[in-house]
């Protein structure tokens, strides 16, 4: 197409070669923010009838137009031409096919620089909105599983070997407060990228003094961006966001990875629902837990996102340049794998079968060793002590094919004078849980007060 066409083509008398614009377009994904740019174009003619600039019958041509640019959208009656570069040009361009000449006075004092920016954060902030409606959703099908299988006991493990004992939902709250940690990241991030841009022109300022002030209020942002090159060159949101993405799906990744441990058969632990597993080409009997490791494994692509945008985003002059155009598709991507992944582990948490019994089978008395020296502890032997003695009796039994619960008392006293009949009673897996009982222990009520308190935040 020749250039005197194009919204930018009047100094320009060459022709683009057809790789150039195919290289320079964005419509294929920016078309996302088709409802985010005319919010923020209706919103802009509003101030700029505020200014005289439009009459008001102006102003209502073009509400009316944009929405019925917006309608198309919506209909999926919107026709690409070609030309449409991105959205901003594709959505004035039909703006002019549907109202006439007065589409022309709309990006009075506007650029594509702050247009752009206002489109994103708008999008972004609605996006992060539903983004943490699903870990919400996630924090609930976690706190709803612990509260429901809060007397089921399992090996902890540290090195992935087994330690000491847990409750099973002791482990889930863990990631539950993770994804509470990670939404209030969200939510702490809406008023950063609630920052309006719209107002500072190309890069310089709005010369018609537009009411940015209204302009925010318009369109629900938190404030307004108080530097015009600031307003059109900053991404930090994007960056930010790609950032709370990567750490969420790293939580995601390692929930997956303790689920894939406990699915093989060599733990038994739990079994996936059979909607979120699949089968092998060659191998009948196999089932694998296909949605689990795609969870662990789409953190990358998110982590990938967040450091090539950031490489993009380095050493860049001031203000806008055209190698920030790459800065949605890993804004878009990781808005869908994020809301991809939170979805599918809501539903996995919701629906998984756990085996109580293989995982109270689990458990063995070495892994009360710890118990057995805190024991002695409050006979007030000193810790470092009582845990030497500890690790002799767990040599001990060792020695004779046995467990430390298999000793004698009479055995045990060999290894120091304060063991007594009482000692005995250490030999209980629910007494060892229960016995930690500070806050955030694993014990029956300070898992329940864990409970109570994520119950409360999602109230
Ligand atoms: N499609 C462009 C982008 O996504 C819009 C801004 C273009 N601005 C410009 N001065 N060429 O970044």
């Known amino acids: 197409m020749s250039g005197a066409k194009k919204l930018w083509g009047g100094r320009f008398s060459g022709e683009t070669d057809p790789l150039m614009e195919a290289f320079n377009e964005s419509i294929h994904f920016d078309r996302r923010m088709h409802a985010a740019d005319i919010r923020g174009s209706q919103a802009y003619a509003r101030a700029l009838q505020k200014q005289g600039i439009l009459t008001e019958g102006e102003q209502q041509a073009l509400d009316r137009g944009l929405t019925a640019v917006l309608d198309e959208w919506q209909a999926g009656t919107f026709e690409l031409r070609p030309g449409d570069e991105d959205i901003h040009t594709a959505n004035e361009r039909r703006l002019g096919e549907i109202v006439g000449e007065v589409a022309g006075k709309l990006h009075t004092g506007r650029s594509r620089n702050d247009q752009v920016a206002t489109d994103m954060r708008l999008w972004l902030r609605d996006e992060v909105q539903r983004l943490l409606g699903y870990l919400r959703e996630l924090v609930a099908a976690l706190v709803q599983r612990a509260e429901h299988d809060i007397d089921v006991l399992m090996p902890g493990y540290t090195h992935l070997q087994r330690a000491q004992p847990i409750r099973w939902s002791h482990l889930l709250l863990s990631y539950a407060f993770w994804f509470q940690q990670d939404a209030q990241r969200l939510e702490q991030f809406l008023p950063r990228v609630s920052q309006l841009p719209l107002g500072s022109g190309a890069l310089a300022g709005n010369p018609f003094q537009v009411d940015r002030e209204w302009l925010a209020q318009e369109l629900g942002f938190a404030s307004v961006t108080p530097n015009s090159l600031y307003g059109t060159s900053d991404r930090d949101f994007v960056a930010e966001f790609l950032f709370h993405s990567s750490m969420t799906m790293i939580h995601i990744s390692r929930l997956a990875e303790d689920l894939i441990i406990y699915s093989t058969a060599e733990f038994g632990f739990v079994q996936l629902a059979d909607a979120y597993s699949t089968g092998s080409s060659l191998m009948p009997q196999k089932k694998n837990p296909d949605s689990l490791e795609l969870l662990r494994g789409k953190c990358g692509r998110v982590f990938g996102g967040m450091s090539g945008f950031m490489m993009t985003y380095k050493a860049l002059p001031s203000t806008y340049n055209k190698d920030m155009q790459e800065d949605k598709e890993p804004m878009f991507d990781a808005v869908d794998t994020l809301s991809g992944s ?63 619960s298999d000793l004698s008392v009479a055995d045990l006293k060999t290894l120091h004078p304060s063991f007594d009949e009482d000692v005995k009673l250490i030999f209980n897996f629910e007494t060892s849980v229960n016995n930690r009982s500070s806050i955030g222990g694993t014990s029956r009520a300070t898992v329940e ?3 109570d308190m994520l119950k409360k935040w999602l109230a």
């Open 449 to 451: 007060a864990q409970i």
């Open 342 to 404: 939170l979805q599918i582990a809501t539903a996995v948490i919701a629906t998984l079968k756990i085996n109580a019994d293989k995982m109270k089978a689990s458990l063995t008395a070495d892994m009360l060793a710890t118990d057995l020296a805190e024991y002695l502890v409050r006979k007030g032997v000193p810790f470092r002590q009582t845990h030497h003695i500890s690790g002799a009796a767990v040599k001990m039994a060792e020695v004779r094919g046995g467990q430390i």
